[in-house]
T-cell receptor, first 110, second 113 residues
Framework: KNEVEQSPQNLTAQEGEFITINCSYSVGISALHWLQQHPGGGIVSLFMLSSGKKKHGRLIATINIQEKHSSLHITASHPRDSAVYICAVNSGGSNYKLTFGKGTLLTVNP | DTGVSQDPRHKITKRGQNVTFRCDPISEHNRLYWYRQTLGQGPEFLTYFQNEAQLEKSRLLSDRFSAERPKGSFSTLEIQRTEQGDSAMYLC???????????FGSGTRLTVV
């Protein structure tokens, strides 16, 4: 079992829909990250969380430390949101290296 | 500062050849990381520098791999005697602290034929 599991693996939505991507982890962590990767490889950091909730524009990230679970929500989705969304953690024993989930491929259709 | 730069963006090489990739981190960032990503997978940790010191090297890195960060600025990742299994995207990232907000480069896609 991977240390970081994401669901779903693939998600197709219509423009305007509310999107939720889930991440579960099995280790103690010092931080959890949500990242966005577009075709071609570039990765953009969206959020770093250690507790609670963060919001940036139409993106909201939450984390429940007790349940070892985080969610990324996208409100009013748009085709430009189409990308791979990756959850990654700094596990307790290492504050520097990231352990990544496999990613969720989101496609938003117009 | 334009972010983390990686060069080249793409590299095609014949099996057995040596290749070297370069990463220029954000200038204020003293922490630098290399990751490798294969198709359909999340990136995997390869190595970590704090300034010029290489503090951890993953067991994924065989003796054919070496990374340096002279003077704590740019970093190079060299692969000797490349194999087809080395084909992957090699990603560099940098940060100011641990854990930190990471800035990733666009990656170097290596294809070994």
């Amino acid at each position: 079992k991977n240390e970081v599991e994401q669901s779903p693996q693939n998600l197709t939505a219509q423009e305007g829909e509310f999107i939720t991507i889930n991440c579960s982890y099995s280790v103690g962590i010092s931080a959890l990250h949500w990242l966005q990767q577009h075709p071609g490889g570039g990765i953009v950091s969206l959020f770093m969380l250690s507790s609670g909730k963060k919001k940036h524009g139409r993106l909201i990230a939450t984390i429940n430390i007790q349940e070892k679970h985080s969610s990324l929500h996208i409100t009013a989705s748009h085709p430009r949101d189409s990308a791979v969304y990756i959850c990654a953690v700094n596990s307790g024993g290492s504050n520097y290296k990231l352990t990544f989930g496999k990613g969720t491929l989101l496609t938003v259709n117009p | 500062d334009t972010g983390v730069s990686q060069d080249p963006r793409h590299k095609i090489t014949k099996r057995g050849q040596n290749v070297t990739f370069r990463c220029d981190p954000i200038s204020e960032h003293n922490r630098l990381y290399w990751y490798r990503q294969t198709l359909g997978q999340g990136p995997e940790f390869l190595t970590y520098f704090q300034n010029e010191a290489q503090l951890e090297k993953s067991r994924l890195l065989s003796d054919r791999f070496s990374a340096e960060r002279p003077k704590g600025s740019f970093s190079t990742l060299e692969i000797q005697r490349t194999e087809q299994g080395d084909s992957a995207m090699y990603l560099c990232a940098s940060s100011l602290k641990d854990p930190g907000g990471y800035t990733f480069g666009s990656g170097t896609r290596l294809t070994v034929v």
